[in-house]
């Protein structure tokens, strides 16, 4: 009894027990006396916290000095501070990293008033400790205080929750990345280059602790040639800059109001001050704007819907949208689209006096169940003509002889398929055309170009400037209309994101972009020259001392003979002589996974929190040329699981410092499918991950607002009634009791593209089948997590999964998800 009573006891204090770390003082900075002559300290005003807020970025920064009212201040080791005290205030800091998920207790003793921070947020003492909850990675104390009776007693300790819980001071510049870094971080998220290549439009947008999930958005107007800033917009609000073609005004949008900048004398004019709801703006001429205006259906408040047909899933299937003319000298506003049909501006020709547009009347006839007329309004008399039916199609441009098209192989009776007889075309595989006027007469012109066209731009001239997806990049080229060639412009980066292009005789392209490795950057090209240069680059201003993952190119050859990529993130100075964890990531859908730097799925964060990063291209993709991405029609998950499973052996040959019981997969959307499919077909994964997957082919394909137009691509010509297999025993519920790698569902519970009942049902069958399954619903959430504190909540719940599989670390899960 008394051995029971005794081993209890140890168990009791053990658990209490707090395993405690006295901190260096010698590698803790000290700045102070901070304004001296200062008769009141924050404490004692009624603005203490804005006093403290306002001081503590530069605090913050990693400078040797702080200049504060003409007087210059050295930081310092704490251990060098003699004093007993010191007037004014003073302030401490110190950086400390963790190699895992990590809680605990900062106790500071000998300060009597004092504001503390983590990673410049505020925190409280409770009993004169600071709880600290601290993700893997590199983190910042702060400490502005206001009562210290005698420095030599101050001390500072870390008290862990458990004995792991153990962190390490370090006064390394370098630091590994942060999810507040990746997302916080100013980007430019608009560009507009001026008709005569002397003047731009830079839009930004950030992020702080203080803005939360708003954005901060300004925009510039500089000169292209010495970056100096000529006008800036504070306010968030200016949006939709369109340069007139006399080079001398800019117009733009702001809430609403429609507002003209003179370019020399940066006087403002008041255009229209009711455009609420418009978008689009172009000049047709130099006297007349051409615009869409949508207006929202009004509100139903009958007790029932009556659907019209499979569009009215829609939220904004009832909305009207049409296309109008503004003239500037009198203000008068003209439709021009039929309010019969919404419509889709296309393009316009001033010298033509006409307008091209799109629309899409109803009908299911055909895959992929949508159709799209082109039709030409000719101004003069309001005739409307029409081009032609499509049932693929994209987008649509002038040329001097007719019109420059964007559409999938299919188009006009095949028009642009490059194919074997067997095979059906992946319309999502963009091709260039170019159409009559009479819409009878179409020459495909990329039927050997493997890269998948997206937006372009129609030079005087007739060549087109073209964003492309080139395997797993974002391209730009020049179409010589007079060679019919193709030719790469040396944008230098892997992701070319936006770009807005000046069309005179010496045309420029001002783009902004990543590499895998490098953050945003913005550049000018000459299109002709083919010659760059560098306008900025966010390396500087917010990446200056981030340690990023080192990147390999990894490529295999499938079973079918066909190269598939890959490339392979390898931890900043990864001890290769150990076994290391890994992830795997795909999608498999239509479009590949590009080299962003960042995004949704943050592959040198993952690299930052210590894993291995595997992001492969299974067959399917576009931009790999039509033979690779037909392969996706009617396939859901051939060809693609078995590239997976193939794909991540062969990297385990190849990375052998990788543990292979150590390994978790994850995708989203098509990728989610892909996850939960591989559930069901293989062991070699010791954790999975799906976000917003498809469950039931079915289900999605009748259930997901754009679910029976995808399928009729993906599925084209297959139906439930006339192809059960592949509608049952493709969709991985019908497969459940062959799983048996954990899995975590994820969903926003108001996804519209893949309802979040898809992940529901393989949560359901998992559970009668006792199998290990979580499911994690975000609210107010759809189809993507954008807001900031969403995102960092599902980024962490992503890694802390696998660090409950794959490190066996379940302590980040079990503070994020508690079993009670």
Same mark, same amino acid.
């Given at each position: 009894?008394?051995?029971?009573?005794?081993?209890?006891?140890?168990?009791?204090?053990?658990?209490?027990?707090?395993?405690?770390?006295?901190?260096?003082?010698?590698?803790?900075?000290?700045?102070?006396?901070?304004?001296?002559?200062?008769?009141?300290?924050?404490?004692?005003?009624?603005?203490?916290?804005?006093?403290?807020?306002?001081?503590?970025?530069?605090?913050?920064?990693?400078?040797?000095?702080?200049?504060?009212?003409?007087?210059?201040?050295?930081?310092?080791?704490?251990?060098?501070?003699?004093?007993?005290?010191?007037?004014?205030?003073?302030?401490?800091?110190?950086?400390?990293?963790?190699?895992?998920?990590?809680?605990?207790?900062?106790?500071?003793?000998?300060?009597?008033?004092?504001?503390?921070?983590?990673?410049?947020?505020?925190?409280?003492?409770?009993?004169?400790?600071?709880?600290?909850?601290?993700?893997?990675?590199?983190?910042?104390?702060?400490?502005?205080?206001?009562?210290?009776?005698?420095?030599?007693?101050?001390?500072?300790?870390?008290?862990?929750?458990?004995?792991?819980?153990?962190?390490?001071?370090?006064?390394?510049?370098?630091?590994?990345?942060?999810?507040?870094?990746?997302?916080?971080?100013? !980007?430019?998220?608009?560009?507009?280059?001026?008709?005569?290549?002397?003047?731009?439009?830079?839009?930004?947008?950030?992020?702080?602790?203080?803005?939360?999930?708003?954005?901060?958005?300004?925009?510039?107007?500089?000169?292209?040639?010495?970056?100096?800033? *000529?006008?800036?917009?504070?306010?968030?609000?200016?949006?939709?800059?369109?340069?007139?073609?006399?080079?001398?005004?800019? !117009?733009?949008?702001?809430?609403?109001?429609?507002?003209?900048?003179?370019?020399?004398?940066?006087?403002?004019?008041?255009?229209?001050?009711?455009?609420?709801?418009?978008?689009?703006?172009?000049?047709?001429?130099?006297?007349?704007?051409?615009?869409?205006?949508?207006?929202?259906?009004?509100?139903?408040?009958?007790?029932?819907?009556?659907?019209?047909?499979?569009?009215?899933?829609?939220?904004?299937?009832?909305?009207?949208?049409?296309?109008?003319?503004?003239?500037?000298?009198?203000?008068?506003? *003209?439709?021009?689209?039929?309010?019969?049909?919404?419509?889709?501006?296309?393009?316009?020709?001033?010298?033509?006096?006409?307008?091209?547009?799109?629309?899409?009347?109803?009908?299911?006839?055909?895959?992929?169940?949508?159709?799209?007329?082109?039709?030409?309004?000719?101004?003069?008399?309001?005739?409307?003509?029409?081009?032609?039916?499509?049932?693929?199609? +994209?987008?649509?441009?002038?040329?001097?002889?007719?019109?420059?098209?964007?559409?999938?192989?299919?188009?006009?009776?095949?028009?642009?398929?490059?194919?074997?007889?067997?095979?059906?075309?992946? +319309?999502?595989?963009?091709?260039?055309?170019?159409?009559?006027?009479?819409?009878?007469?179409?020459?495909?012109?990329?039927?050997?170009?493997?890269?998948?066209?997206? *937006?372009?731009?129609?030079?005087? +001239?007739?060549?087109?400037?073209?964003?492309?997806?080139?395997?797993?990049?974002?391209?730009?080229?020049?179409?010589?209309?007079?060679?019919?060639?193709?030719?790469?412009?040396?944008?230098?980066?892997?992701?070319?994101? *936006?770009?807005?292009?000046?069309?005179?005789?010496?045309?420029?392209?001002?783009?902004?972009?990543?590499?895998?490795?490098?953050?945003?950057?913005?550049?000018?090209?000459?299109?002709?020259?083919?010659?760059?240069?560098?306008?900025?680059?966010?390396?500087?201003?917010?990446?200056?001392?981030?340690? &990023?993952?080192?990147?390999?190119?990894?490529?295999?050859?499938?079973?079918?003979?066909?190269?598939?990529?890959?490339?392979?993130?390898?931890?900043?100075?990864?001890?290769?002589?150990?076994?290391?964890?890994?992830?795997?990531?795909?999608?498999?859908?239509?479009?590949?996974?590009?080299?962003?730097?960042?995004?949704?799925?943050?592959?040198?964060?993952?690299?930052?929190?210590?894993?291995?990063?595997?992001?492969?291209?299974?067959?399917?993709?576009?931009?790999?040329?039509?033979?690779?991405?037909?392969?996706? !029609?009617?396939?859901?998950?051939?060809?693609?699981?078995?590239?997976? &499973?193939?794909?991540?052996?062969?990297?385990?040959?190849?990375?052998?410092?990788?543990?292979?019981?150590?390994?978790?997969?994850?995708?989203?959307?098509?990728?989610?499918?892909?996850?939960?499919?591989?559930?069901?077909?293989?062991?070699?994964?010791?954790?999975? &991950?799906?976000?917003?997957?498809?469950?039931?082919?079915?289900?999605?394909?009748?259930?997901?607002?754009?679910?029976?137009?995808?399928?009729?691509?993906?599925?084209?010509?297959?139906?439930?009634?006339?192809?059960?297999?592949?509608?049952?025993?493709?969709?991985?519920?019908?497969?459940?009791?062959?799983?048996?790698?954990?899995?975590?569902?994820?969903?926003?519970?108001?996804?519209?593209?893949?309802?979040?009942?898809?992940?529901?049902?393989?949560?359901?069958?998992?559970?009668?089948? +006792?199998?290990?399954?979580?499911?994690?619903?975000?609210?107010?959430?759809?189809?993507?997590?954008?807001?900031?504190?969403?995102?960092?909540?599902?980024?962490?719940? &992503?890694?802390?999964?696998?660090?409950?599989?794959?490190?066996?670390?379940?302590?980040?899960?079990?503070?994020?998800?508690?079993?009670?």
């Amino acid at each position: 009894m008394l051995k029971k009573v005794l081993i209890g006891l140890c168990a009791t204090l053990l658990a209490h027990t707090a395993f405690a770390d006295s901190l260096d003082k010698s590698k803790i900075s000290y700045l102070g006396p901070i304004a001296p002559q200062n008769q009141y300290k924050p404490y004692e005003t009624a603005q203490q916290k804005e006093i403290i807020n306002n001081l503590l970025p530069q605090i913050a920064k990693d400078a040797k000095s702080l200049n504060i009212f003409g007087e210059t201040l050295k930081w310092q080791p704490l251990s060098k501070v003699s004093r007993l005290t010191e007037p004014g205030l003073q302030a401490i800091k110190f950086s400390f990293s963790v190699d895992r998920f990590v809680q605990g207790d900062l106790k500071i003793q000998g300060i009597e008033t004092a504001s503390v921070f983590i990673n410049n947020v505020a925190i409280t003492a409770n009993d004169k400790k600071y709880p600290l909850i601290l993700a893997t990675g590199d983190h910042k104390i702060m400490v502005i205080t206001e009562q210290v009776s005698d420095w030599k007693k101050v001390t500072l300790d870390f008290e862990g929750k458990s004995e792991h819980d153990q962190i390490t001071i370090t006064t390394d510049k370098y630091h590994p990345l942060t999810a507040k870094q990746l997302y916080d971080a100013k !980007v430019i998220s608009g560009v507009a280059l001026s008709p005569d290549s002397k003047q731009m439009i830079l839009s930004s947008k950030a992020y702080n602790d203080k803005s939360a999930n708003k954005s901060i958005r300004t925009a510039q107007l500089l000169d292209t040639k010495s970056n100096t800033v *000529r006008y800036r917009w504070e306010d968030g609000k200016a949006s939709n800059f369109i340069w007139s073609p006399d080079n001398k005004k800019l !117009v733009y949008l702001s809430n609403g109001k429609l507002k003209q900048l003179d370019r020399k004398t940066l006087a403002i004019t008041m255009l229209s001050d009711n455009l609420t709801s418009t978008s689009g703006f172009e000049f047709f001429d130099n006297d007349t704007l051409i615009f869409n205006w949508n207006k929202s259906a009004k509100k139903d408040k009958s007790l029932t819907k009556h659907y019209k047909g499979l569009e009215d899933r829609w939220s904004y299937a009832r909305n009207s949208n049409q296309v109008h003319l503004l003239d500037l000298n009198s203000g008068l506003i *003209r439709q021009v689209s039929s309010p019969k049909f919404n419509h889709n501006l296309e393009d316009h020709n001033a010298k033509r006096g006409t307008v091209l547009l799109s629309r899409n009347p109803i009908n299911y006839a055909a895959p992929p169940h949508m159709i799209t007329k082109l039709v030409e309004i000719n101004l003069k008399d309001n005739n409307e003509k029409l081009i032609g039916e499509y049932r693929t199609f +994209n987008n649509a441009q002038y040329h001097k002889n007719g019109f420059y098209i964007t559409a999938g192989p299919a188009f006009m009776n095949g028009s642009g398929q490059n194919l074997p007889k067997n095979m059906l075309p992946n +319309n999502y595989d963009s091709q260039l055309y170019k159409l009559s006027f009479n819409g009878k007469d179409v020459t495909a012109l990329s039927k050997t170009f493997a890269p998948s066209i997206g *937006r372009f731009e129609v030079l005087k +001239n007739s060549d087109v400037v073209l964003s492309v997806t080139e395997k797993d990049t974002k391209q730009v080229y020049l179409f010589d209309e007079s060679k019919n060639s193709f030719k790469k412009l040396k944008s230098k980066l892997d992701i070319v994101e *936006r770009f807005s292009l000046s069309k005179g005789k010496r045309p420029r392209l001002l783009y902004t972009g990543t590499t895998a490795s490098k953050p945003q950057q913005v550049k000018l090209l000459n299109v002709y020259k083919n010659k760059t240069k560098t306008v900025s680059d966010s390396k500087f201003d917010f990446y200056q001392n981030s340690e &990023i993952a080192t990147l390999e190119e990894f490529n295999f050859v499938n079973k079918n003979n066909v190269e598939i990529s890959g490339r392979v993130y390898i931890p900043h100075n990864l001890d290769k002589t150990k076994k290391h964890p890994a992830l795997i990531y795909y999608y498999g859908g239509t479009s590949p996974v590009t080299r962003g730097f960042t995004g949704r799925y943050p592959f040198n964060l993952w690299a930052a929190n210590g894993y291995v990063v595997y992001v492969l291209q299974p067959t399917g993709a576009t931009g790999f040329g039509q033979e690779f991405s037909a392969k996706h !029609v009617n396939a859901w998950g051939n060809y693609t699981a078995d590239d997976i &499973i193939q794909g991540t052996g062969e990297f385990l040959k190849a990375y052998p410092f990788v543990d292979a019981n150590k390994l978790g997969n994850l995708g989203a959307s098509y990728g989610g499918f892909m996850t939960m499919l591989l559930t069901t077909k293989t062991n070699i994964f010791s954790a999975s &991950i799906s976000h917003a997957g498809i469950s039931n082919i079915t289900s999605y394909w009748g259930q997901g607002w754009w679910g029976y137009l995808y399928s009729g691509e993906a599925s084209k010509g297959s139906f439930p009634w006339n192809n059960t297999k592949l509608y049952s025993q493709h969709s991985p519920v019908y497969n459940a009791d062959k799983v048996t790698t954990p899995l975590l569902l994820i969903h926003g519970n108001e996804d519209t593209n893949v309802p979040p009942g898809e992940s529901h049902n393989m949560y359901t069958a998992l559970k009668i089948l +006792n199998k290990d399954v979580e499911l994690v619903e975000y609210k107010n959430a759809n189809h993507q997590i954008f807001a900031r504190d969403k995102r960092f909540h599902w980024w962490d719940t &992503i890694m802390a999964y696998f660090d409950k599989n794959l490190k066996d670390q379940p302590q980040w899960w079990d503070y994020l998800y508690p079993s009670k």
